[in-house]
Nanobody, 121 residues
Framework: VQLQASGGGLVQAGDSLRLSCAASERTFSTYVIGWFRQVPGKEREFVAAVSRSGGSTYYADSVKGRFSISRHNAKNTVYLQMNSLKPEDAAVYYC???????????????WGQGTLVTVSS
């Protein structure tokens, strides 16, 4: 499955931003979708994931309560709503598809290109 992440941009601390991850296939609903982020020079880290139906979600502690992941299977799209953004949230955000809900990168085997989020203080 091909994934296309979008929605990144430059915002101020405290602002909100919504990222989208669009897929090319009707089988999109058969995949768990995760969001990861990476700052240059650092390892990629898990942000959030959503189950196939959207009924289960999983978040990194650093974003819990501020970010919300959801999916619209009829539109082959997963969203990451990011509220109360902090400068430390700035990164390239990637979406990925797998079969198991979890935070390990190895669980995901299809990756989209990243979308850059910049947060000014």
């Amino acid at each position: 499955v091909q994934l296309q992440a979008s929605g990144g941009g430059l915002v101020q601390a405290g602002d909100s931003l919504r990222l989208s991850c669009a897929a090319s296939e009707r089988t999109f609903s058969t995949y768990v979708i995760g969001w990861f982020r990476q700052v240059p020079g650092k390892e990629r880290e898990f942000v959030a994931a959503v189950s196939r139906s959207g009924g289960s979600t999983y978040y990194a502690d650093s974003v819990k309560g501020r970010f919300s992941i959801s999916r619209h299977n009829a539109k082959n799209t997963v969203y990451l709503q990011m509220n109360s953004l902090k400068p430390e949230d700035a990164a390239v955000y990637y979406c990925a598809a797998g079969q198991v809900l979890g935070s390990r990168e190895g669980l995901y085997y299809y990756w989209g290109q990243g979308t850059l989020v910049t947060v000014s203080s």
